[in-house]
């Protein structure tokens, strides 16, 4: 991997726990001050890009959304070098043409989870970013292009309320996001938009419809079985786009400019001589270039 070179990495969520294709693989294990990610990561070459995957809910899914350790997650692909981030998810739909099997380049989201750690700054050293367009746009074109590439249906745009679960919404909250005009609804890419931005990594979802949540008349209860049938083909077809992006986002010569990767240039407001030299150390991954780290 070099410094300053394009790495790519994969979150893969529900029924997807590993990518296939890569040359020189293995699974390490990457240290956190915040603590154990998902599982160990997945490091591998794809025609000689080398790619970094994580299974966000672990190997076997073990882990339930909200006992996810996000900021683990991300600070790791962070120190494993990762500079451009896709993550791959299953969601309901909340609109009647956004069919199950319909993949969704969301681009906003709605943050309705409580229970999590929602960001790397705090006491010690406060910082606030920008999450106005959650989304990196460059990521997003070379996702819907590599879709079409890949003859994948995919929809440009769209808002993906993330509710805390573990349970689905009751109906009255479905409606209300409806009412709200949110696409999709699922529960894992807040907070992890928040730090990926925070760490000043590009991110951006592909979000896989698998059922019509429960607002919809002829489809009133969620079930995980009825949920895994349509994720099967879902994960096949994820990785096919995974193949098609990776030579995208390696020939891109826009991204070091990307504004992704200068999220914190702005952003730091505790004063030098006020910040705490231990929150500064498990900081030097997210925050090194901004803090003189690396
Ligand atoms: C198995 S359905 C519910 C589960 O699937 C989604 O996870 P992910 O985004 O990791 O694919 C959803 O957010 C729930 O965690
Ligand atoms: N209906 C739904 N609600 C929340 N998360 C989901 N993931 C997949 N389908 C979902």
């Known amino acids: 991997m070099s410094e300053k070179g394009t790495v790519i990495g994969f979150i893969g969520g529900s029924g997807i726990y590993d990518l296939d294709g890569l040359s020189h693989q ?5 240290a956190s001050p915040f603590g154990e990610p998902s599982d160990e990561l997945l490091f591998g070459e794809l025609d000689g890009q080398p ?3 994580l299974p966000r809910h672990g190997r076997g899914h073990r882990i339930s959304p909200s006992e996810i350790n996000y900021r683990a997650n991300i600070d790791a692909l962070k120190r494993a070098g990762v500079t451009d981030l896709v993550s791959m998810s299953a969601v309901g739909s909340l609109r009647e043409d956004l069919r199950p099997g319909t993949f969704v380049i969301a681009d906003q989201f709605i943050d309705r989870t409580f229970a999590r750690q929602k960001s790397f700054f ?6 606030h970013i920008s999450m106005a367009h959650p989304v990196c746009g460059r990521l997003g ?17 769209g808002t993906y309320l993330v509710m805390e679960g573990p349970q689905f ?8 996001y409806r009412s709200w005009g949110c696409d999709v609804i699922g529960m894992t890419n807040m907070p992890e938009a928040k730090l990926a931005r925070e760490a000043e990594i590009c991110y951006a979802t592909v979000a896989m419809v698998t059922d019509y949540d429960c607002w919809h008349p002829d489809h009133d209860h969620v079930t995980v079985d009825a949920i895994v049938k349509v994720l099967v083909a879902n994960a096949d077809r994820a990785r096919g786009l ?12 826009q991204a070091p400019a990307c504004s992704c990767r200068r999220a914190l240039e702005h952003a730091l407001i505790t004063a030098p001589a006020h910040r705490d030299p231990e929150v500064l150390g498990y900081l030097d991954a997210v925050a090194g270039r901004v803090l003189g780290a690396r």
């Open 26 to 30: 293995r699974w390490e294990k990457v």
């Open 51 to 53: 790619l970094v995957f």
């Open 122 to 127: 705090g006491q010690g050293l406060v910082a």
């Open 141 to 157: 074109d070379h996702l819907q292009a590599a879709a079409a590439e890949a003859g994948i249906e995919a929809v440009r745009g």
């Open 169 to 176: 919404s009751t109906l009255a909250e479905s409606r209300l």
């Open 242 to 253: 995974a193949g098609h992006v990776v030579p995208q986002l390696r020939a891109d010569a």
